[in-house]
């Protein structure tokens, strides 16, 4: 149940900034160029979107945060196992689970020295410059992403462990797709049924 809503919790946060971020430099581009319109310029001149830039950068950090992180549950980072599947299962076992825990180690010592930096970054009231957002909650994603990203990697090695299965990403899956095929087949399938066999 915890592991459910914790991917449905990544997938929403990565989605929404995403969406965020896309939506707002469009309207920001849309602006500066209504503005160069004499007709709409006195429309659109009052409007100041100098700090979306400033916070379209913010949002694709803390995506790209949580994106690795879903990456690793998922199996879609970039991989070269060539050589690992060359060996032979016992070897290839310690291999890959050597290569789960250097990532799941590397991760938490990047959160726990993210962590750090927000600690000492709290007291000095530090601030973005168009924002003016509190600069310790801008980087509190480079903790909260990694050991996100060092709990995915357990996650992935406890599984490989137990059934010496690695999650993989099929580039040619596109979710829903096969799921509405299945069912126009079967919906086919009634049809034909119920018509007695002919069309």
């Keep these: ?14 989605a929404s900034l995403i969406a965020a971020a896309t939506l707002l430099i469009f309207v ?9 319109v004499p007709f709409f310029y006195p429309y ?21 945060k949580f994106g690795a992180a879903y990456g690793v549950r998922t199996g879609i980072h970039v991989g070269v196992d060539v050589i690992v599947n060359m060996l032979k299962p016992p070897a290839r076992k310690r291999v890959v689970m050597f290569g789960l825990m250097a990532g ?11 962590a750090k930096f927000i600690i000492e970054l709290y007291p000095t009231d530090q601030v973005s410059p168009d924002l003016e957002m509190p600069r310790w909650i801008i980087f509190l994603c480079v903790p909260l992403g990694s050991y996100l990203m060092c709990f995915r990697f357990l996650q992935v090695a406890w599984k490989y462990l137990h059934t010496g299965e690695l999650p993989h990403h099929d580039p040619g899956h596109v979710e829903g797709v096969v799921e509405s095929a299945h069912a126009a087949k079967d919906l086919a399938a009634e049809e034909l049924a119920s018509n007695g066999g002919t069309r």
């Design 28 to 36: 920001a581009v849309v602006q500066r160029y209504l503005i160069g």
């Design 44 to 64: 659109f001149y009052h409007f100041n979107l100098t700090w979306a830039q400033e916070l379209c950068i913010y949002m694709f950090v803390w995506m790209a």
């Design 1 to 14: 149940m915890f592991l459910r809503i914790l991917d449905r919790l990544e997938e929403i946060i990565i």
């Design 104 to 114: 799941a180690f590397f991760t938490f010592v990047v959160g726990t020295m993210g």
